[in-house]
């Protein structure tokens, strides 16, 4: 009779316990059938490394009394962030009436630095509900900044200038601001742009990429080979580098002179004067199809035997007549003429002085005229003069 009455009064205390203490701990009894759970549509997903995961969760209160719970993420994987929000507001616990639900937001971020495999952790609700959750890594991720280029070598002429297309891409899980350098050899022009614009630095996204544009022209005095230029993005925590190649094809070059290397000559009003033009190919690439041209005074005409060049070896040279025909009209006095060899990628120019004589003839006369009229001077003082 004693135990009987002991156990009643044990009975009736944890009765006692669980409905006055019980709620204070979130701790209420299930009434209705299923008590409270924790329920999203996609428990099992897969995502790259740096991934944003957002679940839309329910809790659920099947039962006949309000349920307040306090909310925790366990076993979330070293290196993920997660947080819990509700209506705007980050949530610790949460209430929920008799035979409804709430809904509950959930953010977890993969970090950019993880193996690939599968990660488990678990939203609780107390001791009543729990949800555990599982994420399939596809790839093994690096927290690092990388330079890429589909076309890291271009060749080209030592006028040319070389454009490359890069990308920048930020594998950090942080914005990160890139200060962009090259390390050419001196006389190398370098210039990077992104956006349009010429740059010495970006911004990139975690996650994202930046397209940037570098120009590169070489020296003037540059020589033919293949010359490598890195560039790199870098910050104080992460950087990246990336060599481009440069192949030199030559350098092209032309002159024109004479064999004398005198740039003058004297044609007499309406007559022609030929000379000998030097075509040098002063580069270290072969040239073709240089076209000789000139531009000379008002019916004036200068005539190129040949007139186009086929092709002229790097360091070779070779001769040209040209033929100088001066206007009829023209007086006597200095001319210039200009001379031009052109090629594709070089040309040269060689500037005339073209003197113009005056007729012997009529040097003559003026001689003829001028003693003329000292004789009629003379006869006039003749017969004049005694008067």
Known sequence: MTRFLRNIKLTSLLLIFTLVVGPLLGVVPAHASGGVSLYTTYTSISVPPGESLNYNVELRNNTDSMVTVPLAIKDLPKGWTAKMTGDGWDLNEISVMPNTAQSISLA?????????????????????????????????GTYQTELTTDQANLEGHSDATFTYSVNLTNRTAEKQTYALTAQAEPGWDVTFSADGK??????????????????????ENVTKGTFKIPIRAANQSTNSELVLEAAISGKYSLELTTPSGLLSTDVKAGGDKTVELQVKNTGTADLTDINLTSTTPSNWEVTFNPKTIDKLAAGKSTTVEAKITSSDKAIAGDYVTDMTAQAAEASATATFRVAIKGSVLWGWIGVLIILAIFGGI?????????R
Do not use: N
Not at 117 to 135: C, E, I, K, R, W
Not at 198 to 219: F, L, N, R, W
């Open 198 to 219: 010429q740059v010495s630095s970006v911004e990139v996204d975690p996650g994202a990429s930046k397209a940037i544009t570098v120009d590169i022209k070489p020296a």
């Open 378 to 386: 003379y006869v006039l003082i003749r017969k004049y003069g005694r």
């Open 108 to 140: 977890v971020t993969v970090p950019m630095q993880i193996d690939k495999g599968t990660y488990h952790f678990t939203l609780t609700a107390g001791s009543l509900a729990s949800l555990p959750l599982t994420v399939q890594i596809t790839e093994k």
